[in-house]
């Protein structure tokens, strides 16, 4: 079972070597620091406050225990629609890259709603000796689908989480050039944990078997319609879309513009009363704590895979903001009542395509 999760996966990224046990994404990065690094070594990776994941080096993770992290983030916002702000900052990667000589760059974050190109970060890998990780946990659904160029053969290694974009079990997944391959796989096992979960490395193989499917390249390039068509009806409601919009399965919604007293917590809280489900997240430059945050991350992934279109999108921005504009009014119970009747109708309206 594991051969045909590795074969299928190589397959279907084109890559050297897979590594299909990581019991999540987290684990899958830690096994690909553990195989590269030693401990001690420099690792430059996304800013977490700009978008990167706890495992790129925040102070509650184990990663920022056992390597030094330095980081890069995204160029300030901008009005010009033909100069968007708010995206990768490449001159800043490579200033902190020849400053600070990394063993490793990591690419990749996890409320980014950008393509990110690996092309400039592995000329600046090249350009300082360092290697290259491309974690790819959320967009790898996109790329199977060839909706976003691939980072496998331009980056040394490529982490996947198999529950996101790919629509597969939770889990995680490693990619490598050859060289690495046995690094690599002790460094999963027994280097970052134990047995392999075998139920969950079938349920990989099938849901690799899905992704080679035509349907799923047209559902990829659904997700990404309908990502837009939600940020076009949230900007068009007056709320300002981290970058001034989207290419992948999600988008950041600053809450500040239209509701400046409002956190992203209680809008969290809120919505969720009405059944409809986001993250609070912190928007680059942010000015609260990331536990109260100013930005809702929305991602499309499975309201496309219930059949959502992008007229359902524009119901789907009215209901949020009709939910959030009734917050600390007199009429919040009743509004946020109603929508969750009017969430319940529409969800009804795309019943899930496989029985629970
Ligand atoms: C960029 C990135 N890397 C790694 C992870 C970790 O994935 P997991 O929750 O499966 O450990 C995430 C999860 O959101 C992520 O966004």
């Keep these: 079972m594991e051969n045909l999760a590795r074969d299928r996966a190589t397959a279907l990224f084109g890559a050297e070597h897979a590594n299909v046990q990581p019991h999540a994404g987290a684990n899958a990065n830690l096994a690909v620091y553990q195989a590269l690094l030693e401990p001690g070594d420099t690792i430059l990776a996304m800013r977490l406050d700009h978008g990167g994941h706890l495992t790129h080096g925040s102070p509650a993770s184990i990663t920022s225990k056992i390597w030094r992290f330095v980081s890069y983030g995204v160029s300030a916002a901008s009005s010009d629609p033909d100069k968007p702000g708010e995206i990768i900052d490449f001159d800043q990667v490579s200033d902190v890259a020849r400053r600070e000589r990394p063993k490793l760059i990591v690419a990749g974050s996890t409320a980014y709603s950008r393509i990110i190109d690996p092309l400039p970060f592995r000329e600046i890998a090249d350009s300082v000796d360092a290697l290259f990780m491309f974690d790819a946990a959320h967009p790898p659904g996109l790329i199977a689908g060839k909706a976003h160029p691939s980072p496998v053969g331009v980056a040394d290694v490529v982490t996947f989480t198999t529950h996101k974009t790919l629509r597969g079990p939770r889990g995680g997944l490693v990619l490598c050039r050859a060289a690495h391959a046995k690094a690599l796989d002790s460094?999963?096992?027994?280097?970052?944990?134990?047995?392999?979960?075998?139920?969950?490395?079938?349920?990989?193989?099938?849901?690799?078997?899905?992704?080679?499917?035509?349907?799923?390249?047209?559902?990829?390039?659904?997700?990404?319609?309908?990502?837009?068509?939600?940020?076009?009806?949230?900007?068009?409601?007056?709320?300002?879309?981290?970058?001034?919009?989207?290419?992948?399965?999600?988008?950041?919604?600053?809450?500040?513009?239209?509701?400046?007293?409002?956190?992203?917590?209680?809008?969290?809280?809120?919505?969720?009363?009405?059944?409809?489900?986001?993250?609070?997240?912190?928007?680059?430059?942010?000015?609260?704590?990331?536990?109260?945050?100013?930005?809702?991350?929305?991602?499309?992934?499975?309201?496309?895979?219930?059949?959502?279109?992008?007229?359902?999108?524009?119901?789907?921005?009215?209901?949020?903001?009709?939910?959030?504009?009734?917050?600390?009014?007199?009429?919040?119970?009743?509004?946020?009542?109603?929508?969750?009747?009017?969430?319940?109708?529409?969800?009804?309206?795309?019943?899930?395509?496989?029985?629970?």
């Design 187 to 356: 460094a999963v096992f027994p280097g970052a944990q134990g047995g392999p979960l075998m139920h969950v490395i079938a349920a990989k193989a099938v849901c690799f078997s899905e992704c080679m499917k035509p349907e799923f390249k047209a559902y990829s390039e659904q997700i990404i319609r309908n990502s837009r068509a939600l940020a076009a009806a949230m900007s068009s409601r007056g709320y300002r879309v981290v970058s001034g919009g989207t290419d992948n399965h999600l988008l950041l919604a600053d809450l500040r513009g239209n509701l400046p007293e409002l956190t992203a917590k209680k809008a969290q809280e809120t919505l969720d009363l009405a059944n409809i489900t986001c993250n609070k997240n912190t928007v680059p430059f942010e000015t609260r704590s990331p536990f109260q945050a100013s930005g809702i991350r929305l991602g499309t992934p499975a309201v496309t895979t219930r059949g959502f279109r992008e007229a359902d999108m524009e119901q789907v921005a009215d209901m949020i903001d009709t939910v959030l504009r009734s917050i600390g009014t007199p009429g919040e119970a009743a509004a946020v009542a109603a929508v969750k009747e009017r969430a319940t109708a529409l969800t009804s309206r795309f019943p899930l395509p496989y029985r629970v």
